[in-house]
């Protein structure tokens, strides 16, 4: 699996969210977006979870 942050560019930001410095960190599983956070430590810790979640499901699988 596929799990990644990205920090959202401005393009994708609304004017407001642009001017009032608001950053939004985006986490991607197998490229769709699968949450949305203000906190880089945030998307970090749902990213492990996901991570954790997806090995799990693997051993039981095996």
């Not at 490229?31 to 880089?40: A, Q």
């Amino acid at each position: 699996m596929t799990v990644k942050v990205t920090e959202r560019d401005d393009s994708h930001k609304s004017h407001e969210g642009v001017a009032a410095g608001i950053r939004i960190w985006d986490v991607h599983q197998q490229d769709m977006l699968v949450g949305m956070f203000h906190s880089e430590t945030d998307a970090h810790s749902y990213k492990a979870e996901l991570e954790k979640q997806e090995q799990q499901r693997e051993l039981l699988s095996a």
